[in-house]
C-alpha cells in the first residue's frame, strides 16, 4: 500500500518549519516511525513538514549541569559519544536496543520522543531521568517535563503547531550506576516490556533510585512505590526482590498478540530485578 496524497514542505528553518505546523500537518524527522504508518494509511496528513535538515543536532553539556540533545540528533550519533556515554551511561547502553543499526542512522531522538510508543526505550529512559522537552510555536519557546510529556499511546503534550527542538536530562550525581533489562520477542525488536534503572550509591546506602517500565502501560511509568522501597536502605536481595514487586504493581499492561496482560506484568518484576541488580554490582 502507498501513502495518500499529502502536501510536502522541506523546511530549511525552524521559523519555516513551526510556521507551516497545525492541523492537518505532521513532522518527518529521521521516517522511521512515520513512513510505514504513511505508507499503512494509518496516517493521513494534509501536509508533511520536512525538518530532517534543521540544525537541531548538537550533543553537550550545559553551565546548568545537564546533558543537551537536538532534538534531530539521530540515534546512532547519541549511541556512539563520548558525551553521552560519560555523562549518562544508561541512555548510552539503552541506545543499542533501539531497533537495528540502520533503523538508528536514520531515526531520531526527537522523534522517538513525539512517536510516543509507550515500549519505546528513550521516554522511560528520559521518565527516569527527569527530561524536560523543548518546544517550538509560533507563540514561542515553551519546556515540559517528562512526566507530563506522555500523554497516551502515540499522545504526547505537544499542540498542533508545536515543534519538539531539544532535550534537556540532568546529570546523575557521582555513584550513579545504571541497568538495562529488555524482553523482545527477536534481538533489537520492539519490547514486550522493558526495565530502565539508576540507583546511586552512598556509603553501601541507595540515596537515589529511579525506576522506569516501557511496555507495562499506555505510557511508560515510573515506579515511585518501588524507588521509596529503596532509598535510605543497603541493597539487599530481599529489598531489590521487594522493589521489583512494587514496580510490577505499578503497571497497568493490556492484552495484545504479543503478550497477555499478566505475563506482562511477572516480567516487570523479573527485568526490575535484573536491571537493579546490574545496577548495584557495577
Known amino acids: 500500500m502507498k501513502a495518500a496524497p499529502f502536501e510536502y514542505l522541506r523546511a530549511s528553518t525552524v521559523d519555516e518549519a513551526v510556521g507551516a505546523l497545525g492541523p492537518g500537518a505532521v513532522v518527518l524527522a529521521g521516517g522511521q516511525s512515520l513512513v510505514p504508518l504513511l505508507n499503512l494509511r494509518s496516517r493521513r496528513p494534509e501536509l508533511v513538514v520536512d525538518v530532517s535538515r534543521l540544525p537541531l543536532t548538537d550533543i553537550g553539556t550545559t553551565g546548568t549541569g545537564s546533558l543537551a540533545l537536538g532534538a534531530l540528533t539521530r540515534l546512532r550519533a547519541a549511541e556512539t559519544s563520548p558525551v553521552v556515554a560519560r555523562t549518562l551511561p544508561l541512555l548510552a547502553e539503552a541506545l543499542t536496543c533501539v531497533g537495528h543499526v540502520s533503523v538508528r542512522n536514520r531515526g531520531t531522538v526527537g522523534g522517538s520522543v513525539a512517536h ?137 499492561p493490556a492484552d495484545d498478540l504479543h503478550a497477555p496482560a499478566a505475563y506482562r506484568r511477572d516480567m516487570t518484576a523479573v527485568l526490575t530485578r535484573r536491571a537493579l541488580r546490574q545496577a548495584v554490582a557495577e
Open 116 to 252: 510516543a510508543d509507550p515500549a519505546a526505550e528513550l521516554p522511560a529512559v528520559f521518565l527516569a531521568s527527569d527530561a524536560v522537552f523543548t518546544a517550538r510555536s509560533a507563540d514561542g519557546v515553551r519546556t515540559i517535563a517528562a512526566g507530563d510529556f506522555f500523554r497516551g499511546p502515540h499522545r504526547t503534550a505537544l499542540g498542533p503547531g508545536e515543534l519538539l527542538t531539544a532535550i534537556h536530562v540532568p546529570l546523575p550525581p557521582p555513584g550513579t550506576r545504571h541497568g538495562v533489562a529488555e524482553l523482545s520477542r527477536r534481538p533489537n525488536d520492539l519490547a514486550v516490556t522493558a526495565v530502565f534503572t539508576s540507583v546511586t550509591l552512598a556509603r553501601g546506602v541507595v540515596a537515589d533510585a529511579r525506576i522506569a517500565v516501557a511496555g507495562a502501560a499506555p505510557t511508560p511509568i515510573r515506579a515511585r512505590a518501588a524507588e521509596d522501597l529503596l532509598r535510605g536502605e543497603a541493597p539487599s536481595p530481599d529489598l531489590l526482590a521487594a522493589a521489583a514487586d512494587a514496580a510490577a504493581a505499578a503497571t497497568d
